[in-house]
């Protein structure tokens, strides 16, 4: 959902993101959470188990960016998680398109290294703080819910 994606024997359609940057964002978002629960509840047996949802709207920064939550950041290395985060022994795969691209493969599985993860330290050139209670109202008020490009350049993506 995430990558370029393969059209015919040879072509590739590139600077498409289905999952983050692109109309289908919100629904692909929410069925791919909705299906990981079920499964989730599959698995341990608990049909009441629900992901925990963190309300973000007018938080002053991530209270949820701890070891015991998401991952605090490691003491040393700012991309990476804190060693006694449950995440800072995953792993990285699938991260590298240019070579899937090339080989016309989704993904070999090969590991690439820990996950970079900076917790609460976002880029704040592309996103300077949280939405408000206010702007998260104003989107949900919108009509129209995507316009063409359908790709990352897209107004409302």
């Known amino acids: 959902a995430s990558r370029d994606a393969f059209i015919g024997e040879d072509g590739l ?17 929410r069925y791919f959470l ?9 698995l341990t047996g608990d049909e009441n188990f629900t992901i925990p949802f963190w309300d973000w709207r007018d ?10 939550f ?14 006694a985060s449950f995440f800072s022994s995953w792993e ?15 993904c070999n599985g090969t590991s690439e290294g ?11 050139s592309r996103v300077s703080r949280l939405p408000t209670t206010a702007e998260v109202e104003m989107c949900l008020s ?5 316009t063409e490009p359908m790709d990352r350049s897209a107004n409302f993506s």
């Open 114 to 124: 820990p996950l970079l993860r900076n917790p609460g330290g976002h880029d704040r």
């Open 34 to 42: 909705l299906h990981w629960e079920h499964e989730i509840q599959k």
């Open 59 to 68: 938080a002053q920064g991530c209270d949820i960016c701890t070891d015991e």
């Open 92 to 106: 990285i795969v699938c991260s590298r398109p240019e070579e899937y691209d090339a080989q016309r493969i989704l």
């Open 142 to 146: 919108l009509t129209d819910y995507e």
């Open 13 to 29: 359609w590139r600077n498409v993101d289905f999952a983050h940057e692109a109309p289908a964002f919100v629904p692909w978002h």
């Open 70 to 83: 998401l991952g605090g950041i490691h003491p040393t290395t700012s991309n990476r998680l804190s060693p």
